[in-house]
């Protein structure tokens, strides 16, 4: 549909919302035209939180975690347990370990994975402040918790050889197949990783 | 996933635009993250766009459709043919129809359609003001160009009974099998319709 739009105010307004990640005119056009019939109190809220978040946010100097404060509230957290780290992606990983409440130490967000098709060398992630953490001598033990793909094992291995000196322990979170998976539809890399890596069966579940 | 936010700022906008139709929480989270990794200018730009589009727009007098200026560029566009008003639910439906550029009348948009369900009856649309441009005398024919739907059926009869008065000729849109349809795959109300407002073979497609 070669659109014509009756308002300049309301094209740039459809501009703006179709530049978002997997919107498009029409879904801009959907979400603008319902802003507009929201009471004029919520669409400056809206428009505020956005603008305020971009102005007011920090990361955390620790971990670079999103935070309200120079250090964020789990690095802040005295009852954290200082000697683990778990290195993540990104922001939406910290909340997903920490759903899962299984989590008691720190953690080091990297801001992405190296992936030279996309332009991301290890010195655009936060690899050096990682190693600089380690090298403070207080962490025992670092996790690797990133994607389970080409780029982040290639990531795992270079935070893994660039903390080959240090006397800490690295590991890696599991893989196999998912709780509730059936073996039927697992990809044949996981099921045989799950079978290499298996584990001792005490009973438990 | 429980998500404890890390951040209350990033908490804000990430419920201001879950609010949003059809945006849930995780989509939220990753349009806000995407809005952090843009520029401030263009984040700034963002909020002004919808802010500004709520605060300044307005609605054409005459038709309804939203406009930079009290009357609409289509309203005030002299070339259009004053005597032929063609009905819409919304503001979406005229940029449909101009886009067709087989219409070159006025537009009058009702805002809805008559819907007892959701609360919104012929006094919540735009029709007395319908009526009233009718009743002016330069009109010559409406078309309703309503969803073809029960609410929409409903909302061309409510129209049709306020107007039978005034010497106003009233059509509907051809409902019929879209081009490029197979027959195979049309439901039998359509198909059906289609048997009994057969038209004329001209030989023209």
Redesign the interface.
Known sequence: ??????????Q??V???S?????GKK?A????????R?E?E?????????????????YCKVCH????TDV???CANPSRDTSTICVVE???D???V??TQQFHGLYHVLGGVISPMDGIGPSDLQIDSLVERVSKGDVKEVILALSSTMEGDTTNFYIYRKLADKSVKISVIARGISIGDELEYTDEITLGRSIVNRTLFTGNI
């Not at 549909?1 to 309301?10: A, D, G, I």
């Not at 530049?19 to 919107?23: R, Y």
């Not at 056009?29 to 507009?36: A, C, F, I, Q």
């Not at 975690?65 to 309200?68: L, T």
């Open positions: 549909m070669n659109q014509q739009y009756p308002s300049l105010l309301l740039k307004a501009d703006e919302f530049k978002l990640p997997g919107v879904t056009m959907r979400l603008v035209l319902h802003l507009l929201q004029t919520e669409v400056d809220a809206f428009g505020k939180a956005i603008t305020q978040l971009k102005h007011e946010v920090k975690n999103i935070s309200d964020c509230q789990i990104s922001i939406q910290v909340m997903a920490e759903a």
